[in-house]
């Protein structure tokens, strides 16, 4: 596959130390099933010290120039990756996205660079990836675009018929999902379960019914409201490996009065790190669908 004529992807990178102080931790086995990936696509890595020098202890991408070396977080490591995320695309300092693989009971987690980290990912449109399941994913996603084949060592992430899928989306957002599940409606009918809070899932099931779906079974399962507590009940399903995925538009120019419960379904995807992935905005979840339709064959 000859990729010289993309353009070169950059991602920050960084771990909370959970998930780079063990020779098994999580940012060590997603280097380990995505290395090929990242190689054969030359993305680069800007890694925040701590994990740079991680990654370096365990002897992973040795010699491999695209895993470029930041400043510690203490120093402002994580501050600089927030910057270049808003960078326009043509500036060659600018970040694609970030992968930062968090540790929800890390104090570092909520520090403000690291919040602003995920604000401006969705502020612009960029996935921020905050599991080690997010980012074997979204390295296949990435290939699946540029033309490779499959990874069959991945197959289970995308076993889409045993899965369930859950659609949030905040007020200003709900239009978007409903546009999104349109334009993808095709794939996002191969999972075995689909869930919902609210209106939003309310909305799912008129549009599944207006695309031929039989209403006398609901395409989605709707849970509460968010504020009812509906982020609540589909967290715990993630907690109990009952949900993969997550579909989540967030609107971060809103204050949120449930921003508790809000933070509560982030922390259970983070928990449960191998098998949980969550989009965060209708451009990543739009390139999310279409990489994953390129690899299940969906039209």
Request: proline share 4%; with cysteine; glycine share 6%.
């Amino acid at each position: 596959m000859n990729t010289t004529s993309l353009r070169k992807l950059r991602f920050g990178l960084a771990a909370n130390r959970l998930h780079h102080e063990s020779a098994n931790a999580a940012c060590f086995d997603w280097l380990r099933m995505s290395a090929t990936g990242i190689e054969s696509l030359d993305i680069e890595l800007h890694t925040v010290g701590r994990t740079f020098d991680a990654i370096k202890r365990e002897g992973l991408l040795s010699g491999y120039s695209g895993l470029i070396r930041y400043p510690y977080g203490r120093e402002g490591g994580l501050m600089k990756l927030v910057a270049r995320v808003t960078e326009s695309d043509n500036n060659p300092s600018s970040l694609d996205g970030a992968i930062y693989l968090i540790d929800p009971v890390d104090p570092s987690s909520i520090f403000p660079e690291a919040l602003a980290l995920k604000r401006q990912c969705i502020t612009h449109g960029r996935p921020f990836i905050s599991t080690m399941a997010g980012a074997v994913e979204w390295i296949e996603i990435e290939r699946m675009h540029a033309g490779f084949s499959p990874d069959p060592q991945v197959n289970k992430l995308f076993d889409l018929e045993n899965q369930c899928l859950a659609m949030i989306a905040h007020d200003a957002l709900k239009p978007d999902m409903i546009a999104f599940a349109d334009r993808h409606f095709d794939l996002l009918c191969r999972y075995k379960r689909r869930v919902a809070t609210g209106t939003t899932g309310q909305r799912l099931n008129e549009l599944a019914v207006s695309r031929g779906w039989t209403s006398d079974q609901p395409w989605v399962d709707r849970y509460l409201s968010g504020p009812m507590g509906g982020d609540a009940q589909i967290a715990d399903l993630v907690l109990d490996k009952n949900c993969q995925r997550v579909i989540f538009f967030e609107d971060p120019h809103v204050a949120r009065q449930h921003e508790a419960d809000i933070q509560l379904l982030e922390r259970a995807v983070r928990v449960v790190t191998r098998e949980a992935t969550c989009a965060t905005s209708p451009s990543v979840a739009d390139k999310w669908a279409r990489g994953v339709s390129l690899r299940v064959n969906v039209k």
